[in-house]
């Protein structure tokens, strides 16, 4: 695999992700009852797919699955309880963090360019979200930051488990399932849109996606993966407006173009200087 194509499934996993926060909030399902029934099926989707993954953890996977089972409910709940605005960006405050945590736990020091990345992602996000943030909705908004800080440990787990990451995958919707879906009964009935969602969320948005992001972290180092999936937010909103009719404002529009443009320059930049080296 070729860095560019690394690059390419984490933006692929990105795009996947996006999905999210219109499904999740075109459910008529509680927060815990999506949180557990989207991973039980990407737990079945996961095994079918990848045969590698079926086999007993070991206690660093386990240890990775568990920060991703918290990264994944916690999300859901935060959607819920919040925008799905806030929600997301609040979760995508996830770089800051590996930002802290690759130094101590995978002796990966960021590159320059990734240190000037950081405040360009910091200032496109913040015009992103500038008017649709509220002071209020404190319990999602709290919600949102724990998962961003376990989708931080989760990206330093997978980058430090490069060819296990799968199995930490499944195993990590099954602590997520085993978390979520005993509160099923406190919810209402699914609907049979409700089941389509819950098939699209486990199977694409979460299964394939996060199969995707295992597969490019093992080329990536993990501040630039951080990085390149900050794509998520800028879609998001996108997909919200155009499924459940929430309309992004002005700032989120120049916020968007700001990510947009670092994202891709983030992409490229290795394989144009890859291309210039090769030049006479």
Known sequence: ??????????????????TAGAAIKLCGLSGWQIAGARSLVAVLFLLLLVKESRRLPSLPVLLVSVAYA?????FVLATKLTTAANAIFIQDTAPLWVLLLSPLLLRERP???ELLAIPVYGAGLGLFFLDELSAGQLAGNLVALGSGVAFALSIVGLRRLRSDGPVSLVWGNLV????????????????????????????FQLGLAYLCFSRGLERTPAVEASLL????????????????????GPWAI??????????????????L????????
């Open 1 to 18: 695999m070729t860095i560019v194509q690394s690059r390419l499934l984490l933006l692929a996993a990105a795009a996947l992700w996006s």
């Open 70 to 74: 918290f990264t994944v409910v916690l």
């Open 111 to 113: 590159t320059r360019g």
């Open 176 to 203: 997520a399932a085993a978390i979520a879906l005993p509160l099923w009964p406190t919810g209402p009935a699914p609907r049979a849109l409700d089941l389509a969602l819950l098939a699209y969320l486990g199977v």
């Open 229 to 248: 999936v900050l794509l998520e937010p800028v879609l998001n909103p996108i997909w919200t407006f155009l499924l459940a009719g929430e309309r992004p």
């Open 254 to 271: 120049a916020g968007g173009a700001v990510v947009l443009a670092a994202t891709a320059w983030r992409t490229l930049a290795p394989a």
């Open 273 to 280: 200087r890859l291309q210039a080296s090769a030049e006479p």
